[in-house]
């Protein structure tokens, strides 16, 4: 009874305070319900970004993976601090000075109407596909486990997770479709205090059981006996080489942080660049929090049940709240997880109906009509891809590598293609419309075909960084031939947004880059792990895909600076 009394409490709490900050709110304007009046602190989009980010398939899965293997899977979430400081440092000032409400709206103001429909196509498709689906399947599994409710009512499994799915999709929907944006962001940063909370209680207690009731016994235990689970380096056998940080993690993490619309949404609605600035940086360094939050449960459940003691990898994390934690805070848990299932699907949700809204219906249909009559009836369709995503979700109980990996995969087949894109608008004054969709029909086309049926033994993450390049060089190649002249619109600021700098984001910069390369350093052989596996990594491979990377992350840079030293 304490279980349920803790869950129904702080789920509540949540809901009775956003409904307090946002009920007289205007939603009525696309500022208002898409971008929350331009009115986000750094605070509350710090907060917002790490639980859109922070699903049950981020607990469930990469839990699961580090149980299975070693701490190789945290480079999803510690390599991101580079991409952070590109977004903040260089595209976020563009997107704040042009007014964009969203990322289709910007590549239109480079190309033309046919990529920005294109690219709001492949976002709906991504989002229904799998950045709902995957929240709604996580987080049924993980309440299943936590209250046991298919051994308390004798429902198979299947039945449950169909339940659950629907109900977390129908609570979800009503957050996004009536709160709008700062609604979904104020019950975010809510759910991420209690993250940030129960995150510290799981590792706290978890430690604490690993040594038999002893935290610092615990602590010893872990760090003296199977290190080898510790170490964050992977080699070519592991679910994560080492080599991929440094080619498709690179490209796939820009694209997730840079150019992803339910992530870069949070920041079109800061109320100025400087606390766009200071919320991304905040998030840069609660991701690296996250190792000890959704990496080392893993560790800690290898300790306590053993190797192979699960028949489903996604098992693991909700098995070890459950057995390890006091009634009442295993249902304050579930509240939080319950939170982080909510902001995943609910933002997702709202970014699907602003892209739906603002680049498909009011360009098509809607540009006689009144921002209110716009998202009034984009909201319908927004019921509709609810419901969708509600009957797709179950099915991933079925894909045979787990949550994460699916959830990954699908990301990246989208993501990859519009980063691509985005690059081409920014930094290139001569490529076509029709090379720019040439190029990412080809680019979809390519990698699907190579990640689901032909299946090479080089990772995914690799051939998709040569499939970028290839493709990249492409649409370059063709505008060297067939140039377009088109420029982005240049503006210094727009109405009620400040665009003046953090001038202390150079300095908080450098510091998370060190605690970044802190972390993989003492989560390797130089560090805490003693292990005599000899590692066989691509050393080749590490050499090109840096050189890549100077391209990609530094040329632009580089360029950036030159036209600031001319002005």
Known sequence: MGTLLSFLFFTGLVGLITYLRTHNDNLHSTKGYFLAGNSLNGWVIAGSLMLTNLSAANFTGMTGNVYVGNLS????????????????????????????????????????????????????????????????YGGSVVIDRLFDITNTTGLSQVTVIWILVWSLGI???????????????????????????????????????????????????????????LDAVGDVTDGIPFSVLFTGMLIHNLFFWSTNQ??????????????????????????????????????????????????????????????????????????????????????????SVTIFALDVYKPLFGKNMSDNEIIQRCKRVGVGMAIATMTIAPFIMYFPEGIFTFMVQVDSLFGAPIFMVLLLAYFSKNTPPFAVNLCLGLFVVTYGTLMF??????????????LFVLFASLALVIGKFAPYKKSLPQKESIEGVDTTPWKRMKWVSVLAVVCMIATYVLLSPLGLVDSTREKTIDYWII????VMAIVVLGVPVLRQARQRGRL
């Not at 510690?78 to 007014?99: A, K």
């Not at 606390?275 to 998030?283: I, P, T, Y």
């Not at 699960?310 to 997880?337: C, Q, R, S, W």
């Not at 050499?543 to 840096?546: E, F, N």
């Open 543 to 546: 050499a090109v895909g840096s």
């Open 262 to 351: 339910f992530i870069v949404q949070r920041t079109l609605g800061a109320r100025s660049l400087k606390e766009g600035q200071k919320g991304v940086m905040l998030a840069a360094f609660f991701k690296i929090l996250n190792v000890g939050y959704i990496a080392f449960p893993g560790i800690i459940a290898l300790h306590l049940y053993g190797a192979n003691q699960f028949e489903n990898k996604d098992f693991v994390y909700p098995t070890l709240i459950h057995d390890i934690m006091p009634g009442v805070f295993v249902g304050f848990f579930a509240a939080v997880i319950f939170g982080a299932v909510l902001s995943t699907f609910n933002s997702v949700l709202n970014s």
């Open 73 to 136: 899977p945290i480079a999803w979430t510690v390599t991101v601090i580079p991409p952070l400081i590109y977004y903040c440092s260089i595209l976020l000032p563009t997107f704040l000075r042009g007014g964009f409400a969203t990322i289709p709206e910007f590549l239109e103001a480079r190309f033309n109407k046919s990529t920005r429909r294109l690219i709001a196509i492949m976002f709906l498709f991504s989002y229904i596909l799998s950045g709902m689906p995957v929240a709604l």
């Open 453 to 466: 049926y032909i299946q090479p033994e080089l990772h995914y993450l690799h051939y998709m960084a040569i």
């Open 171 to 229: 609570i979800g929907a009503i957050y996004a479709l009536f709160g709008g944006l700062k609604g979904v962001a104020i019950s975010d940063t809510l759910n991420g205090i209690g993250l940030l909370v129960g995150g510290a209680m799981v590792f706290i207690i978890g430690v604490y059981k690993v040594g038999d009731n002893d935290f610092l016994a615990g602590v010893q235990t872990i760090l003296t006996k199977n290190t080898e689970v």
